[in-house]
């Protein structure tokens, strides 16, 4: 008799064990990969047939794969500064493509992704583009001293880094604070003004290029590694990169740092250069894609996101690390280098059935691809339409580690966790991005505010969604954003317009 009472109470107790055991959140490390300018259907898990990404589709079979995800923003330092900070970045002025001699513009008292990791006692470090500017405002950076302020102190542990985009100056790698390599007899200047030193420009001297610039896009001012660059800069000879490496460097720096804390939780931002212009992959990838150097620089780069999964397989580690594919806008094929991504596009549509790409207010410019992966946390194989934005990162882990940031901490950003882990299929109710004109998402509907200026960019072959009348989309039945029925819906166009009216005064 005894003996029968006691199976049912080690039953309840196996279970609750059990249950508590799967329902206790683990505190997984997070690698978030940020690729640079890779459009919604530059994957082959996304669509794309004429180039293919077999390590990406892997990470998707394997973890969850969003069909409805969003950068903040249609270019690349916004979305980042929204990424950091869960804030909109046009809340705050200055937040636009930064000058590779920009100010740092993360005010260093707030909170941001790295920091509440770090609170959480995790090991953060950043590796790859930086592009949130360096030092103090209203001072010029000394790049030949330690430079005071950068993503050290706004939350990461350990930083490798370049400061702004590969086609701008200066072309170094900095560690921490200090310049790599950087032979002090040499001393770096960096000037966005105006010449200086008399090294050759891609302007003056066309016939030392090896990857030449479009005409009119202005990639041709000092002459790094045969490339033409944005801003002019002096010295440094030694420090400066080979394009062709970048890939490689960067990604020993985030292999170096996934062993060094596999012991220990950890989060990871590796921020790739791949696939912003100048498109220069190195030996191993040059001319394995039938896309020349976009393609190239594809393969280049999910072979990237490979490595870091077979790191993390060699180190035994898969299991209990969350990895976040993403990019931090829409693409672009001819962003200022003549290396014929146009008439090698043949037929691929790099921003998969959206309209617009990089710059643009329209669904190209910021639905991205999101992959997650995170084999004790995530059901494989998953695709959700969960509407989420990579600003929801930061109040989302917050939630996740137990933290509850103030409001003013995260303004724009929502715990979207259970959407992110697949658990939940709604994410967030509306999400207000930018690409010139902002937009307003709720459900099914995207408005698009009135916007003077270009409705296409001649240089990009962009169409950029300014429109001096309002713009509304069902995205339900056209996801391509050719009907516009603002005319036919007014009452619609009201009360959004009205609600983007108020968010934008929160
Ligand atoms: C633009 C550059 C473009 C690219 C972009 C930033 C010109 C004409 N074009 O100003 O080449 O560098 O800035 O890209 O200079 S992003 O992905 O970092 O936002
Ligand atoms: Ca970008």
Same mark, same amino acid.
């Given at each position: 008799m005894r003996g029968l009472k006691i199976w049912p109470i080690a039953f309840l107790l196996a279970a609750t064990v059990f249950l508590s055991f799967r329902s206790k959140p683990q505190r997984p490390?997070?690698?978030?990969?940020?690729a640079d300018d890779v459009g919604f259907g530059d994957l082959s898990v996304y669509g794309a047939t004429k180039v293919l990404t077999p390590h990406l589709d892997r990470l998707a079979k394997e973890g969850i794969r969003f069909t409805n995800a969003h950068a903040s923003s249609a270019t690349c330092t916004p979305s980042r500064f929204a990424l950091m900070t869960g804030g909109y970045p046009w809340r705050q002025k200055g937040t636009g493509v930064l000058p590779g001699d920009a100010a740092l513009i993360i005010p260093t008292d707030r909170l941001t992704l790295p920091g509440v990791f770090r609170n959480a006692g995790y090991k953060t470090a950043t590796v790859g583009k930086w592009h949130l500017g360096l030092g103090e405002s209203g001072k010029q950076i000394n790049w030949n001293k330690p430079i005071s302020q950068g993503p050290n102190e706004v939350g990461f542990d350990y930083a490798y880094f370049f400061p702004a985009t590969s086609d701008r100056v200066p072309t170094v790698f900095i560690e921490d604070h200090d310049v790599t390599g950087l032979d002090t007899a040499d001393p770096i200047e960096v000037d966005y003004s105006r010449k200086i030193g008399n090294e050759p420009t891609g302007k003056e001297n066309p016939e030392l290029l090896k990857l030449p610039a479009s005409p009119d896009h202005g990639h041709?001012? *000092?002459?790094?590694?045969?490339?033409?660059?944005?801003?002019?800069? !002096?010295?440094?000879?030694?420090?400066?990169? !080979?394009?062709?490496?970048?890939?490689?460097?960067? $990604?020993s720096k985030a292999k170096q740092f996934i062993q060094d804390n596999a012991k220990n939780p950890f989060f990871l931002c590796f921020s790739l250069n791949d696939i912003h212009v100048p498109r220069m992959p190195s030996t191993q990838f040059k001319g394995k894609s039938k896309m020349g150097l976009r393609g190239d620089v594809i393969l280049q780069m999910d072979w990237t996101v490979g490595e870091i999964l077979v790191t993390l397989d060699n180190l035994g580690i898969a299991d209990e690390t969350l990895v976040i594919f993403s990019s931090d806008n829409g693409p672009v094929l001819d962003d200022g280098y003549a290396d014929r991504a146009v008439e090698l596009a043949s037929g691929h549509k790099p921003a998969g059935p959206f309209r617009g790409g990089k710059y643009s207010a329209f669904e190209g410019g910021t639905r991205v691809p999101w992959i997650a992966r995170w084999p004790a946390g995530i059901k494989a194989g998953a695709v959700s339409d969960a509407l989420i934005c990579q600003v929801d990162l930061l109040a989302s882990f917050a939630g996740f580690l137990g933290q509850k940031p103030d409001h003013a901490d995260a303004v724009d950003s929502y715990d979207v966790m259970n959407a992110l882990l697949g658990k939940s299929q709604s994410g967030r109710e509306f999400l207000v991005k930018q690409g010139g004109a902002l937009s307003l !998402?709720?459900?099914?509907?995207?408005?698009?505010?009135?916007?003077?200026?270009?409705?296409?960019?001649? $240089?990009?072959?962009?169409? *950029?969604?300014a429109n001096p009348k309002p713009q509304l989309y069902d995205l339900s039945r056209d996801q391509g954003e050719k009907t516009n029925l603002a005319e036919k819906y007014p009452a619609k166009v009201k009360t959004m317009a009205a609600r983007l009216e108020k968010i934008r005064q929160d």
């Open positions: 490390n997070v690698i978030f990969i940020y041709n001012n *000092t002459i790094v590694n045969g490339i033409g660059r944005i801003g002019w800069m !002096t010295g440094g000879k030694q420090a400066r990169w !080979t394009d062709e490496e970048v890939a490689h460097v960067f $990604l !998402t709720e459900g099914n509907w995207k408005y698009i505010e009135p916007r003077e200026g270009k409705a296409y960019m001649e $240089l990009t072959g962009i169409e *950029t969604g």
